[in-house]
């Protein structure tokens, strides 16, 4: 019996240890299964395209990285050499400027580009030579600059070479000059009396070439007599609306942006027009004798013994003759006006009886068109529509005895 269970115990024990080892050979199997199937992946076809392909990448950087390092390294050396080329180019132009060989120092410092470390140094000396060549040309400029002869100071400067021309002293020199002759030049339009506008309108189309420097005395000389224009305008829409309507649309065809002008315009179109004397207007045309005012001698109505300093007279003549004797005067109203009106009268002669030996007849005439006439009315107010009117003629016809006249012409202007 016991040896039975001795004889069992010992099949146990051999069973286990077949157990143990066979779940060792299980492991070892599993394990070795797992190994084959990673070489097997790691030798696959995919698996070696991916490593070819992050290969090249790899590479493809590290080239990478080395151009640009190595460029980066060239440029620096080609830079390095440049500098050390355009230095010895330096000395070459300080050793001329030491001969005094001022041309030839300038062609050396223009040929330095501006990629050279010392260039602003470069920059200076060039000036420094040019203004020691230049000083000749200069001095030649400044004396025809002195005495105003603009055109000769800009041609002494045309002899230098076209390289030197280009320089900033020849430059400057050149538009000191123009500006100068841009001031003259309106100085004399002033002492001429050229209306303000024309003084404008020369300084608008002077050539500035597109110099700021120019521009800006332009506009500054424009301000001024922009200003003059303002005040002389605002003055005119009280008392010569017409001139100051004519003036208006000549300035806005030549600053049609311009802000002050825009709001001139603006209070011309709230304003009303006034009366204007018809003797203002410009291009008088007068035959015979008649007489013009100048608003300070006065001449009185027999009718009702009031002195008049504006008008337009027939004088009296060859006393005791009757033979009618017509006399006209002309005024150009450009169909700018819509009224003409005054007074008729008779000149009283002192203490002297008039004798209206001839009815006195006053005619006016839109070219051959009459548009009113009166007869021996003294001191008689007439009104007459001038609206298409382009050229009024006033024609005086009466005895040589009589002197007679329109008192106070004055014209209505258009809105």
Known sequence: MD???????????????????????????????????KEKRKNSFGRKVRNFFLTIIFVIILLGVGFYFGKQYLTEKETELKNKKMSQTYQSAITAIENKDYKKAIEILQSITKDYSKYSEVKDKLKEVEQLYLNEYLSE?????KDKKYEQALKSLDKLDKELQNSDLIKDKQTEIKIAKLNDEVSKLE???ESNINIIKYI????????NKIEKAKEELLAKYKSAFLLETRTLITNDYTKA???????KKLLPKDDDINKLVEEFNKAEPGSINLLSLENKNKKGTLSISNQTETITSAGT?????????????????TTKVPYTIEFDLNKEYTELKGIICIQEKGTTKIENTYTPKITFYNGNKILYYTENVSDSNFSINVKDVDKLTIEFEGSTTESYFIANPELTPTK
Do not use: C, D, P, V
């Open 305 to 321: 013994n009031t002195s008049y300093n504006k008008y337009i007279l027939k004088r009296a003549s060859a006393e005791g003759s």
């Open 245 to 251: 309507k004519q003036n208006i649309e000549k300035i």
């Open 141 to 145: 400029a400044n004396e025809y600059l």
């Open 191 to 193: 002492i001429k009396k």
């Open 204 to 211: 608008i189309e002077y050539n500035s070439e597109k110099n």
């Open 3 to 37: 040896e039975q269970i001795a004889k069992n115990k010992k099949e146990l024990k051999q069973r286990a240890q077949e157990m143990k080892i066979e779940e060792k050979q299980k492991k070892l199997e599993e394990k070795f299964a797992i190994k084959e199937e």
